[in-house]
């Protein structure tokens, strides 16, 4: 797949329900089929560049970075964090990006993918959603079924998975080890040490107190029935290898959903699809795009 050039950013300010300002870039044509990406938890916006660059020149993207990441503000109190205000910012979002009596592909990688579905319900998201692209995520009993802490079930292993998602430390600096263990957590045995890299400055770059914030709330996550409200034609790509949000969560929500038109597992891949499997993600955005949005591409 060719690289491609969406020219430069358009930096916008949205303000969500609560007054967050959401840092929101948008590229590509002024006018055209949208494609509207929301990130994993710890990372930015950036995470989904690898996937970006390689879209075709007539869409028009647009990113943002969740609150508490990137160059979004960190909420100050507890009240700030919930899968409600994922939703509350995914629907300011598209109320801000995509115009009246449009739609756009919604894509969403492991918290961005919980964003998506905990919007499900939404007045606002299923009038400005034609299609959905889930990658890398889960809806429910996600340190139960977490395999990234190498201990046995029996020895408490979703106990030790819930309390390294909640905690609020710094993670000091970036050295060798704590890159070879993003990496085992994170992404596959045979990435690409560019990618790792990304990867862990993105994560040491994260505010603590959001990063531990926004754990916890993966830990009591339950979005069954924000899911079953979807119903949109929704792909779900997701890693083997993935020791975060394992197969068996694609499956599960893929039971959930009224319009599940695929569920693709890539064998040999970890958590972070949109820096393992851009080419593959990429593929499948321009897809839901031609079908859903009438997108002319030239692929």
Avoid at 65 to 79: I, K, N, S, Y
Avoid at 144 to 150: C, F, L, S
Wanted: proline share 8%.
């Amino acid at each position: 797949m060719a690289i491609r050039h969406l020219g430069p950013a358009r930096e916008m300010r949205v303000v969500s329900d609560d007054g967050t300002e959401l840092h929101v870039e948008v590229r590509g044509p002024a006018s055209g089929p949208t494609v509207v990406f929301s990130h994993c938890w710890a990372t930015s916006l950036a995470s989904w560049g690898p996937v970006v660059r390689l879209l075709d020149e007539n869409l028009r993207v647009v990113l943002y970075d969740q609150r508490g990441h990137g160059r979004t503000p960190v909420p100050l109190t507890p009240a700030g964090y919930g899968e409600e205000k994922l939703a509350d910012d995914l629907c300011a979002v598209l109320a801000a990006t995509v115009p009246d009596g449009e739609r756009a592909v919604v894509a969403g990688h492991s918290m961005g993918g919980m964003t998506v579905m905990a919007t499900g319900g939404r007045e606002v998201f299923r009038e400005k959603t034609a299609a959905v692209l889930l990658t890398n995520t889960g809806c429910t009993q996600l340190p139960a079924r977490a395999t990234a802490i190498p201990l046995p079930r029996a020895l408490g292993r979703a106990a030790v998975s819930a309390l390294t998602l909640s905690a609020p430390l710094p993670l000091g600096p970036r050295t060798p080890l704590t890159t070879a263990a993003f990496k085992y957590v994170a992404l596959s045995r045979g990435a690409d040490p560019r990618m790792v890299r990304l990867c862990s400055r993105m994560v040491h770059a994260c505010n603590p107190i959001a990063r531990g914030r926004w754990g916890d709330m993966m830990n009591h996550l339950d979005l069954d029935e924000t899911v079953r409200a979807i119903t949109a034609p929704t792909v779900f790509v997701a890693g083997e290898e993935d020791r975060m949000t394992p197969p068996w969560h694609a499956h599960h929500v893929a039971s959930l959903l009224p319009n599940c038109e695929e569920v693709v597992e890539v064998p040999g891949a970890g958590h972070m699809g949109p820096l393992e499997f851009p080419d593959l993600l990429a593929d499948r955005v321009e897809k839901l795009a031609a079908n859903h949005l009438g997108a002319a591409l030239a692929r």
